[in-house]
């Protein structure tokens, strides 16, 4: 399995799995290429939002460990645990807490641990484990060029010369080198063994997006505990606003006065920081609460958030705020994943030309303004087969089980196959075909040259 992501109009292989890369595939190729060695190769689409997301949680909890987390390029973390190591019952038993605290949440991590940065870089991706203290040169002889974090051309480069191994390369007269790849390699590589510092820039994850209520006296009505929410949601709005976030996903937590609580999801159809909107959408859940001997202190926590434009003034923008509070209130009852609608897809192909997606995924891209394409059917289902013969459409023939006779058709118009996708009915092409029936049915029909066949795929009303 691989994941595939578009870059300079080619679709190039961005993530493998295990197998995949035994099979000699690596990041970067383009996918003929890739079929080339695995025609049988799953792939899937690169989602660099979600990998961010995952990152930035890995980053957060990694902070248990030690307070110095930052960013290691788009897949990894970097951490300086001076001082922190012992904590854990040192750094053997730190690695081993990280890889079965990972494995419990279906992730598995390459780990490297030494004295430099660049030296833990090296032994995670090249060779996982712990080199001993003062022991890094040693750890980083056998490995190759490329674990010094250099430029391809650079590590082509010294290759050819002979220079395969970091060994190889640290007792190298420095002079012939610096001349012929400048300082970035030498600079790489003092910066692996010590010689040349290399600190972790850590970054403070956001504070959360919450409010607090502390009640002087328990409450147990509905009305109180809205009462409360209301001023919590003024508090919270002002938050957004002053980042220009709209809140997709709140909490409302509720202590009670024995140390008990619970906490009330509500998931948003579209990014809100209304105040006079959110209220009446708590409404229902509030009321199925247990207050027992009564509720002490209220929280309310934006857990996730989204740039939010600038509020737009007028009948359509008040249209489409109620549409979504709509989708909110049915949402809160079956949830907001089971309401769908139709969005346009890239492709020339009509059953591929859309997807059935959560109305609350995000806005539906701007329809065309001004579209230039042949007619399409208002129906339009998957391709039915026709029985029927010849390269053009059919005097007589039938579909669902229905005898029908042709009394005008128009066309062709000939749609080519994807060739990089599979296709039920082969790769192949398709000419369309508008035919009108002796018996009222107005149907959008193909014709497949390189598998003769008929088939149906809409109808005109």
């Known amino acids: 399995m691989a994941l595939i992501l578009r870059q300079n109009n080619a679709q190039r292989l961005y993530g493998l799995n295990a197998e995949a890369e035994t099979l000699g595939l690596r990041p970067g190729m383009t996918l003929p290429e890739a079929r080339a060695y695995c025609p049988d190769l799953i792939l899937r689409d690169a989602d660099l939002a979600a990998d961010r997301r995952l990152l930035v949680a890995l980053q957060r909890w990694s902070m248990r460990y030690c307070p110095w987390v930052g960013f290691d390029g788009d897949d990894g973390l970097v951490l300086d645990i001076t001082g922190s190591a012992g904590l854990a019952g040192g750094e053997a038993a730190m690695l081993a807490d990280m890889q079965a605290r990972a494995a419990q949440a279906g992730l598995s991590l390459r780990t490297g641990l030494a004295d430099t940065r660049g030296a833990a870089w090296a032994l995670a991706r090249f060779a996982p484990g712990i080199a001993a203290p003062g022991q890094g040169a040693q750890a980083l002889a056998p490995l190759p060029v490329a674990a010094l974090r250099l430029p391809s051309d650079q590590v082509t480069g010294l290759q050819r010369l002979g220079l395969r191994r970091i060994g190889d390369l640290a007792v190298t007269p420095r002079g012939p080198l610096a001349r012929r790849f400048g300082r970035g390699v030498l600079d790489q590589l003092d910066r692996a063994l010590g010689h040349l510092p290399d600190p ?31 001023r919590l949601r003024e508090r ?14 709140l909490v409302l937590g509720l202590r009670r006065v024995d140390g008990a609580g619970c906490e009330l999801p509500l998931h948003l159809a579209a990014p809100m920081r ?61 949830g907001l994943d089971n309401i769908r609608r139709f ?46 013969r010849g390269s053009t459409p059919p005097l007589r023939f039938r579909w669902r089980g229905m005898a029908l006779t042709t009394a005008r058709a128009s066309g062709p118009e000939r749609i080519a196959p994807e060739w990089w996708a599979e296709d039920d009915l082969g790769r192949g092409l398709r000419d369309y075909w508008k035919v009108e029936t002796r018996q009222g049915r107005r149907l959008w029909m193909f014709h497949t040259p390189q598998r003769p066949g008929w088939f149906v795929q809409g109808e005109f009303l």
Do not use: N, Y
Not at 238 to 249: E, I, Q, S, V, W
Not at 292 to 309: K, N, S, T, Y
């Open 200 to 230: 972790v820039s850590g970054q403070a994850p956001p504070a959360p997006l919450a409010v607090r209520l502390t009640l002087p006296e328990p409450i147990g009505l509905v009305s109180d505990v809205m009462a409360g929410l209301e």
């Open 236 to 249: 919270l709005c002002a938050l957004l606003r002053a980042r220009d976030l709209g809140a997709r996903a």
């Open 343 to 388: 969005r346009p897809l890239d492709s020339h192909i009509p059953e591929k030309s859309f997807a059935l997606v959560p109305a609350a995924s995000g806005p539906a891209p701007a329809p065309d303004p001004a579209p230039i394409r042949p007619d399409r059917p208002l129906t339009l289902f998957p391709p039915e087969p026709v029985v029927a």
């Open 274 to 334: 209304d105040p006079a909107r959110i209220l009446p959408l708590f409404a229902r859940t509030v009321e199925g609460v247990d207050a027992g001997f009564g509720i002490d202190q209220m929280r309310l926590e934006a857990v996730r958030v989204e740039p939010l434009a600038p509020l737009q003034i007028g009948s359509s923008a008040a249209g489409a705020d109620r549409l979504d509070a709509l989708l909110t209130r049915i949402g809160s009852r079956i």
